[in-house]
């Protein structure tokens, strides 16, 4: 047993390396703890992203939560927007994702989000932490009668592209003629982004969006931003993106293969919203 389940906290996520010392017992403590947390009989969504020691976690973190009479509606593989889509187009109370791409390789997460798709504060995941040690009196276990049931939602992805489309001018888009190269770093955001982007009418070169087992260099890294790069240049596109393992995060590259700096994808973003709204957002 850990000796120091506080170790696998930080700044509001469950972090340890797999089964080193983030094993699938303690996973399943901890289902049963967040599980205990709800009510019992209400409705979480749960997904993962491609890795093999993600995809155990989950499983046993599921079986925790199951237990305590929560209902779980299971993305599999997915991105993280997705999740938080998901939990507030089906009502659920909230939902928890597993995925690796921290600052070691070998490093699994686990993040939760409320019922209104945000992220749980840093105090609020922490319960989940601090109910560890006194689980065994504190959890709370349903007869068989009872057990949560899980259920697959496998046209969610569909649903959710759809939806992404009505955010954009996808004739003005058409008309740019534009082209992008798109690096899912090997997460399951290459079964979304070059479909969306084709669906808008962009071009797109769509880079590392299959499962590779994990090696000791977490991604993306420099080689593969700089492989992007070399890539938007070599082929005269318009732009580059380079995607987290879950799809939360992304590195946007000019047609230059240089980093667009956070500054102005901002005043992007407002001069865009002004231009539809003719005021500034909230």
């Known amino acids: 047993m850990v000796q120091d389940i506080n170790s696998f906290y930080r700044d509001g996520r469950i ?4 089964n080193y010392n983030f094993t699938p017992e303690i996973a399943t403590i901890l ?7 709800l009510n019992p009989n209400e409705t979480i969504v749960m997904g993962r992203d491609f890795g093999n020691d993600s995809r155990m976690l989950k499983r046993a973190y599921t079986s925790g939560v199951m237990s305590t009479g ?25 939902g928890f994702y597993f995925s690796g791409g921290h600052l070691y390789s070998e490093d699994v997460s686990v993040r939760f989000i409320d019922a209104g798709g945000i992220e749980l504060s840093p105090e609020e995941a922490l319960k989940i932490i601090s109910g560890y040690d006194k689980y065994s009196k504190q959890v709370r276990r349903i007869s ?18 759809k939806s992404l489309e ?3 001018d996808k004739k003005r888009i058409q008309n740019a003629g534009l082209k992008v190269v798109a690096d899912s ?20 070169i769509a880079l590392n969006t299959h499962y590779r087992q994990k090696n000791s260099i977490p991604i993306p890294s420099i080689n593969t931003i700089k492989n992007t790069a070399d890539i938007i240049k070599a082929s005269n596109s318009h732009l ?3 995607f987290d393992v879950d799809g939360s995060r992304l590195l946007v590259l000019d047609e230059n293969g240089l980093e667009v700096i956070f500054e102005d994808l901002l005043m992007l973003f407002i001069a865009t919203f002004l231009s539809k709204t003719g005021s500034y957002p909230e």
């Not at 289902?31 to 947390?37: E, K, W």
């Not at 929560?70 to 909230?94: E, H, K, M, W, Y």
């Open 31 to 37: 289902g049963s703890i967040h599980g205990t947390l």
């Open 70 to 94: 929560i209902n779980l509606l299971n993305l599999s593989d997915c991105t993280f927007p997705l999740l938080q889509f998901t939990v507030r187009r089906f009502g659920a109370s909230g």
């Open 185 to 204: 770093s090997y997460g399951p955001s290459g079964k979304i982004s070059p479909i969306l982007l084709n669906e808008i009418g962009v071009e797109t």
């Open 166 to 168: 009505q955010f954009v």
């Open 144 to 161: 068989p009668d009872r057990i949560g049931t899980i259920t697959s939602i496998p046209q969610t992805q569909d649903v959710y592209i």
């Open 240 to 242: 580059g993106v380079c």
């Open 15 to 18: 972090i340890g390396r797999a």
